[in-house]
């Protein structure tokens, strides 16, 4: 049972290489959805280790948060496509233009 | 324990083909496979709720509307023509080894502990009774929330001009009576 | 633990095989029904009634060349037809065929995967049904491919909606989620002649699921991912021989399974047919054998109805459809639901 703390570890880091060195933005939304996915695997493991019930149920909220979090992105993804034809990062630079 | 070592190989496996692989689509994949191999972990760990859960919502529907939102964008017309940037690569993985050693010495410290089984009652019962007593505020936030993002959604993806349009062309197309 | 394995291996074996092995029945039965509604005579050459005719069919499916088309994505392509067919077995692993009972001095639960709430894990696998459309529409390659795909999956998630207020509202009415305690509480009579059925309780709910399965199985009147005027053959298209049927199987697997979660909820399950009672208590036989022909009787009627509707409704126009989920069934389910969550509430 010990190896999944390092697993969730594992997951949430790669999740945060990955939302760093990532190019588009749907790749970045796939990395985060990997650490949101991380970090409930250590809630689970936490309420086995303590006997908590309570974090069980945070599993149950991070899903309800990465769902509402993954349909707004994808949604404004969307409208970005839709504005400028493109979902890279690179390209999106108003500000420093 | 030998499945324990089984599933965490096959997670990690998958965890690192959606980061780097080149293809979205397949990156999308992995996250599906991901998302199912840790529904088996938590079935493996005793909470079987969840993990039904899990793979109704999170591989039934989040990767579902990601699948979706490629297949809306063509994305290959992108591919290939961009210049990887070594810094880039460089940085984040430097930043992952910090947090994962400081996370592995956490977690290496606090091995007995951790791995001590205190949980009695995992039965879907209990999960809801503390849901519906304790944490009853949360889980009401957390409905307007999704409230919000449907809303949110809607605003965001619908023109108004272009939801004028096409009402009027529908109405052209309704048969008269 | 060997008695345990020999177990498991037999209840995988009876209740997975079954449904793959009556599918050349049921395609007899639909491509029949279809002639008969249509005053023709269908399929009637090959052996006694046209019964070989299926198999066949299945011969020619194997010995057709396969043609693997030079622009497709030659990993999505090859795994789509397993992962449709894969995920549409899935559910049947928590539907139970009999109540449990003694034998070799131990219960036996009569599905192959035992947990208190089935009904969940049962929902989780069949909502996992777009997958196999969706990568086989992107790994085509193909325009009319990818149309098809992404009709069928925006037809399946918004219906998923109606189809599980519906199911909400019958784990209220019944408060379990054990799909053993859901059919014991189906047994016996309102007035001594009324079956205890779900349909009764709850026929607002029976109808939406009712049209949940034909959206979700892509049946005639929703089968728009495949509308041969528009997109040719849909998500299917590029795909020849036993891949194709792989595709075909997963069809009627999945109408098979929803169809048995149908009965299970609203039509009591495998308790008895009505009247079967009194027969059986006459014959020595186990009660067991009983309850699997009834519900196979069911499943049977089930089978049929969807034959029946399919050669009746015309195919719906794509908005029309998604009108109908959003704005007609996904109230009325809502609805639904909240008047029995106070019905139930003020019951108690």
Redesign the interface.
Known sequence: ???????A??????????T?????L??I???L??MM?GV??LF??F?????F??A??M???T??????E???G??????L?RKKQ???T?DIKIITE | MAI??FL?II??IF??M??FSKR??V???A??M??LT?AL??FQ??????S???????????A??????????N?EQ?QNN?EK?KI??V???F???V??GV??LV?NNN?E?????????NS?N??FS??FS??FL?FEM?TV??L???V??IV??THEKQLVEEETE?HKMEPKL | MFEMMIEILIKTVVILGLPLGALPLIIHVERRGAAFMQKRLGPNRVGPFGLFQPLADVAKFMFKEEVHPAHVRPF?YTAAPMIALIVAILPLACIPVAAPFEAFGRTIFPEVFR???GI??A???S??G??GI??A??GSNNKYS?LG??RA??QM?SYELSLSTSVVAMIFVFST?DIHVMVAAQQGYWFNFIPKWGFFMQPVAAMLFLVGIFAESNRLPFDLAEGESEIVAGYHLEYSSMKFALFFMAEYIHMIALSTLFIIMFFGGYNLLPGLELIADKIPLPIALFQVASLVVKIALMVWFFVWVRWTLPRFRY?KLMDLGWERLLPIGIANLIVTVLFVYFRN
């Open positions: 049972m010990s190896i999944y703390y390092y697993l570890a594992f997951l949430f880091c790669l999740g945060l290489l990955g760093i060195f990532k190019k588009d749907i790749s939304l796939l990395c959805e990997l996915s409930a695997l689970i493991l309420s086995k280790s303590t006997g019930l309570g069980q149920l599993v149950i909220f899903m309800i948060i990465s769902a509402c993954v349909a707004i994808l949604s404004l993804i969307i409208a496509y493109t979902i890279y690179d | 324990d070592i965490t997670t990690v965890a690192l959606l980061v979205t689509v990156s999308a994949f996250l599906l991901t998302l840790l972990i938590y760990l005793g909470s079987i709720f969840l039904a859960v899990q793979v109704l919502i999170n591989a039934g529907a989040i579902i509307l990601f699948v979706f939102v490629m297949m809306l964008i994305l992108f961009r940037s880039k690569l940085i984040s993985t930043t992952m080894l947090v994962l996370l592995a977690i091995i502990t951790l791995s001590v089984n205190n949980l009695t009652d879907m209990a999960l503390k849901l304790t944490y949360p957390a929330l999704l919000a993002a449907i949110a959604c965001i993806t529908l | 999505f947990s208190d709430m969940f894990f929902f989780a696998a909502a996992l777009s997958y969706l990568l529409g992107w990818m795909a992404l999956c925006a998630v989620n908005d």
